[in-house]
């Protein structure tokens, strides 16, 4: 295991993508590629002093499980296939996850893995738009897709105890304390007739007393 993490903030998470701490500490983002680098020292000690949605991830396991996605922002919003030369690929319109398009896959099931997006030469992508399967999808040059792909983390993928507590981070005691905080479900009410304090689920109206029997009313 290296001596790498990265340092997410969930509460700023965009759809599925988790979002790190930039480069010294130049804001949030999804793109890994702008997330700041941390020794393990550093690491710890950001998580000791941090908020509770700073979390601290082994760099190593974000980037074996890194996707390539595209922000919708960055790309043509209508078909274009003008090029003989070139590679084509098709998104789909009006879905997306956070700001990522889904593109079409090989299968025809939309996925927002750019690596995954079915390329086609020039003939097959006009055939591709004038075939019903077009329906509902922008065509658009591959390269200025790949342009802009940039590597994220996908939040369901995180693992605390093997991507950070079993990266050698040790949770911090104020976390672990309220970790074990659990709000009771039940009300403290005084009983009006002999003055024990009666634990009980009804929050609203005293219920009844085990000791002098008193009914609420």
């Given amino acids: 295991m290296k001596d790498r993490f990265y340092l997410a ?49 082994s760099a190593d396991h974000v980037d074996a499980l890194a996707i390539w996605k595209v922000d919708c922002q960055y790309i043509p919003k209508e078909t274009s296939c003008d090029d003989f030369n070139e590679l084509y690929v098709a998104y789909q319109e009006n879905k997306w ?7 079409l896959t090989m299968y025809f099931q939309p996925l927002t893995d750019f690596e995954r997006a079915y390329r086609m ?5 006009k055939a591709f738009l004038k075939s019903t399967d077009s329906r509902g999808f922008i065509l658009i040059p591959f390269k200025q897709a790949d342009e802009v792909k940039r590597r994220t983390f996908d939040f369901s993928k995180y693992n605390p105890r093997t991507m950070t507590q079993g990266a050698g981070l ?16 039940m009300s403290r009410f005084n009983c009006p007739n002999c003055g024990k304090i009666v634990w ?18």
């Fill in 9 to 57: 903030c969930f509460r700023d998470n965009v759809g599925s993508n988790v979002s790190f701490h930039c480069i010294d500490g130049k804001g949030y983002a999804t793109d890994i590629n702008k997330a700041h680098l941390y020794n393990r020292e550093e690491a710890q000690k950001e998580w000791d002093t941090g908020r509770t949605y700073d979390r601290p991830i």
């Fill in 97 to 103: 996850d956070g700001n990522d398009v889904y593109w």
């Fill in 121 to 125: 030469d020039y003939v097959t992508a």
């Fill in 170 to 185: 040790k949770m911090p005691a104020h976390l672990k304390k309220a970790k074990r905080r659990v709000e009771s479900p």
């Fill in 200 to 217: 009980q689920y009804n929050p609203y109206d005293f219920d009844h007393c085990e000791r002098c029997g008193h009914i609420g009313d």
